[in-house]
């Protein structure tokens, strides 16, 4: 495998890469703000807001490590221009999550979030969407503190800061919010496909037409 980037391959009916996206091969670390320590005994993770029963779920690691766990390969498209091929992640599907925390019907959207409060929104489909993995591993290793460790949310068919590191809460919502960047000009939705990068993006509109996502 080379090192650094190389242009997206356009040929072909469906391009291997998002438009406007380079290849890197080396996944280097990228956020906002300091790296926080992992501390097995204060640890936890927990889903909150508008579940079925109203009640709020915790896991301790303890009790986390104890769900059931998934292999998954993907592409990790960062909107800073940079994909990563074929990152194989290995943790706990979103999908197994919510059958353990069940929603209300009426939660739409999910909150993310992070330590020190980065959250990133996401609509339920897209939380459940295939690939979506809240992982402890990476390359099978356990993640790299700045990776994210010991838990980072990994949804392989959106721009990369929806992937949240140092995941610590799930919140069902019933309205859509936005999160960290998303209140700071990056796109609502974020899907690389249709290159989501912007907010302002999220205003493009036919004549007559409701608000693209
Ligand atoms: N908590 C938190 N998660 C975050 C970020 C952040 O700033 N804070 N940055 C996001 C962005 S923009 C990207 S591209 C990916 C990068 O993941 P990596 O550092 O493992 O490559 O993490 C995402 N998750
Ligand atoms: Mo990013």
């Known amino acids: 495998m080379s090192e650094g980037t190389d242009e997206a391959d356009t040929g072909g009916a469906r391009p291997r890469m998002p438009p406007g996206q380079a290849v890197r091969h080396e996944h280097k670390p990228l956020h906002y703000g ?55 992640w290995r943790g706990v599907l979103a999908t197994d999550l919510v059958a353990a925390a069940p929603p209300a019907p009426e939660a739409t959207h999910v909150m993310a ?11 339920m ?8 993995l809240l992982a402890t ?4 290793e356990p993640l790299a503190p700045d990776h994210g460790a010991p838990l980072r949310l990994v949804v392989p068919h959106l721009y990369g800061w929806k992937s949240v590191k140092w995941l610590r809460a799930v919140e069902y919502m ?30 493009e509109r036919g004549p007559g037409r409701a608000p693209r996502r």
């Open 174 to 203: 019933t309205a859509d919010r936005r999160g960290f960047w998303e209140e700071r000009g990056y796109h609502n939705r974020g899907d690389p496909w249709r290159e989501q990068r912007f907010s302002h993006q999220e205003e």
């Open 125 to 132: 489909d897209d939380f459940l969407a295939e690939g979506v």
């Open 34 to 88: 300091p790296v926080p320590a992992f501390r097995p005994q204060r640890w936890d993770l927990r889903v909150t807001g508008a579940t079925e029963d109203l009640g709020a779920y915790r896991w301790t690691w303890e009790e986390f490590a104890r769900l059931p766990r998934t292999d998954s390969v993907s592409d990790f498209h960062c909107v800073m221009r940079f994909s990563v091929p074929d990152v194989p």
């Open 137 to 140: 591993h990476r390359d099978g």
């Open 113 to 123: 979030w992070g330590e020190y409060g980065y959250g990133a929104n996401l609509r």
